[in-house]
C-alpha cells in the first residue's frame, strides 16, 4: 500500500492517470481507499500563474492575488513539479492546462536596475513605471526574439516600463 507520505513522489514519478489496487490518480486528485481526495496542489506542486490584466511595471509586485507573489524566473525555472492554475490565470484558446505563451514581467534576481538587458533589467527593483527604465519579461519559448535560458523553456526580453504586461506569479 503507497503510503500518503510517497504522494508527491507518486505526483511526480507518474504525472498521468495511474490505477494501483490503493489508490487512483488523476487530474483532480489523489482519491484514497477509503475514499478521501487530495488534490495534487497539496500533494506537493505550487501552483502558478500569469495574471489577466497588465500592469505596468511599478506595479508588478502588488498584482498577484494573496497567497501569491511575483515569481523570480529561477521559480518558475523547471515547471515539472508546478501546476498552472487556470482558475485563475490567463489562458489561450490551445493552452489547455498549462500556460499561455504571452511575455510576462518576471524577477530577475539582480540588484535594483533601470536599465540592462533581458535577465537583468528589473525595473528599478520594480518600483517605477517610467518610459525611460526598462524590466525584464518571461515568456515560453516560440518563434519569438529573445534571450532563450539556456536549459529551460524560458526567453526573456526587455521592455519599458510603462507597459502593461501580465505578472507571473506563484504561490508563497
Same mark, same amino acid.
Given at each position: 500500500? %503507497?503510503?500518503?507520505? %510517497?504522494?508527491?513522489?507518486?505526483?511526480? %514519478?507518474?504525472?498521468?492517470?495511474?490505477?494501483?489496487?490503493? %489508490?487512483?490518480?488523476?487530474?483532480?486528485?489523489?482519491?484514497?481507499?477509503?475514499?478521501?481526495?487530495?488534490?495534487?496542489?497539496?500533494?506537493?506542486?505550487?501552483?502558478?500563474?500569469?495574471?489577466?490584466?497588465?500592469?505596468?511595471?511599478?506595479?508588478?509586485?502588488?498584482?498577484?492575488?494573496?497567497?501569491?507573489?511575483?515569481?523570480?524566473?529561477?521559480?518558475?525555472?523547471?515547471?515539472?513539479?508546478?501546476?498552472?492554475?487556470?482558475?485563475?490565470?490567463?489562458?489561450?484558446?490551445?493552452?489547455?492546462?498549462?500556460?499561455?505563451?504571452?511575455?510576462?514581467?518576471?524577477?530577475?534576481?539582480?540588484?535594483?536596475?533601470?536599465?540592462?538587458?533581458?535577465?537583468?533589467?528589473?525595473?528599478?527593483?520594480?518600483?517605477?513605471?517610467?518610459?525611460?527604465?526598462?524590466?525584464?519579461?518571461?515568456?515560453?519559448?516560440?518563434?519569438?526574439?529573445?534571450?532563450?535560458?539556456?536549459?529551460?523553456?524560458?526567453?526573456?526580453?526587455?521592455?519599458?516600463?510603462?507597459?502593461?504586461?501580465?505578472?507571473?506569479?506563484?504561490?508563497?
Amino acid at each position: 500500500m %503507497l503510503a500518503r507520505s %510517497l504522494v508527491p513522489l507518486a505526483v511526480g %514519478l507518474c504525472g498521468v492517470l495511474a490505477t494501483t489496487g490503493n %489508490l487512483a490518480l488523476g487530474n483532480g486528485g489523489i482519491t484514497f481507499p477509503d475514499g478521501s481526495v487530495q488534490s495534487t496542489a497539496a500533494a506537493g506542486r505550487r501552483a502558478y500563474y500569469q495574471t489577466v490584466l497588465g500592469f505596468a511595471g511599478g506595479l508588478a509586485t502588488i498584482a498577484c492575488d494573496p497567497g501569491f507573489h511575483m515569481a523570480s524566473i529561477w521559480e518558475l525555472e523547471s515547471l515539472a513539479g508546478l501546476r498552472y492554475d487556470t482558475t485563475r490565470g490567463r489562458t489561450a484558446a490551445d493552452s489547455g492546462e498549462g500556460p499561455p505563451i504571452i511575455a510576462a514581467w518576471i524577477r530577475t534576481g539582480t540588484s535594483d536596475k533601470v536599465s540592462g538587458g533581458p535577465g537583468t533589467a528589473n525595473c528599478d527593483a520594480w518600483t517605477t513605471s517610467s518610459a525611460g527604465a526598462s524590466g525584464t519579461v518571461a515568456g515560453l519559448v516560440t518563434d519569438e526574439v529573445g534571450i532563450v535560458v539556456p536549459g529551460t523553456a524560458w526567453f526573456l526580453q526587455s521592455t519599458t516600463c510603462n507597459s502593461a504586461k501580465s505578472i507571473w506569479c506563484i504561490e508563497d
